[in-house]
Each structure stands twice: as C-alpha cells, then as structure tokens.
C-alpha cells in the first residue's frame, strides 16, 4: 500500500513538472510571437527596431497602444526640433505663422504672389 501511494506521489509530481514546463514553453513562445509582431509593426510604421525595448510585451493590443504612443512622442519631439532649429519660413505650412516684417520683400512677395484678393 506504501508503495502505491508513493507510486502515485512521483507520477502526481512528474505530471506537475511536465504541465510546468509545457506551460513555460507556452510562455516563451507567446513572447516570442509578440516580438516578432512588435518589430513588424516597427518596420511598418517606419520606426527603427530600437523601439522594441519601449515595448512591455504582454498582449498585442497592449504592444499597439504602447506603439501609438511611442510614436506620437518621437513625431512631438522631431516637430519640437524642427520648429527650434530650422528658421521659421522655412518650415513645412509655415506660411501662416510668418510675421511679414520678419521676411525680405522678396520672400514675401513670392509667399503672397500666388493668393487671389
């Protein structure tokens, strides 16, 4: 009767380890999964892979959310230089935030050449 009852105790054991460890497989390969789709949507968005590591990877919704935040940061922060670095005039739709006395009367006459009334 002893025997059978710790027959049973190592098979009970032995089937614990091996769920545990199915389920550390299960584990990894989920993770894996999510990282391969992380660094797609990197490429796809046009953001270098060292992005990756902004990323907790849980689920995939969560990766996209994290994703557009990202994102939206690293474009604030490229328009934030832009508009520090280069000269007013010269940036992209920058026309309408121009103060005439600050252009030549060339550059405003080529700015304004264009408009009708």
């Known amino acids: 009767m002893e025997n059978?009852?710790?027959?049973?105790?190592?098979?009970?054991?032995a089937e614990e380890s091996r769920l545990s460890e199915l389920e550390?497989?299960?584990?990894?390969?989920?993770?894996?999964?999510?990282?391969?789709?992380?660094?797609?949507?990197l490429s796809r968005r046009g953001l270098g892979r060292e992005a990756l590591s902004l990323v907790n990877l849980t689920d995939r919704d969560d990766?996209?959310?994290?994703?557009d935040a990202a994102q939206k940061l690293i474009r604030d922060e490229a328009a934030r230089l832009m508009e520090k670095t280069l000269p007013r005039h010269a940036l992209p739709g920058g026309a309408a935030r121009l103060d005439?006395?600050?252009?030549?009367?060339?550059?405003y006459y080529l700015l304004t050449l264009g408009r009708k009334g």
């Open 4 to 13: 059978s009852v710790n027959e049973n105790a190592v098979q009970e054991n």
């Open 100 to 107: 005439a006395d600050e252009l030549s009367d060339r550059e």
């Open 63 to 67: 990766c996209v959310r994290q994703l």
């Open 24 to 41: 550390k497989r299960e584990k990894a390969l989920g993770v894996r999964e999510l990282k391969l789709f992380v660094q797609e949507e």
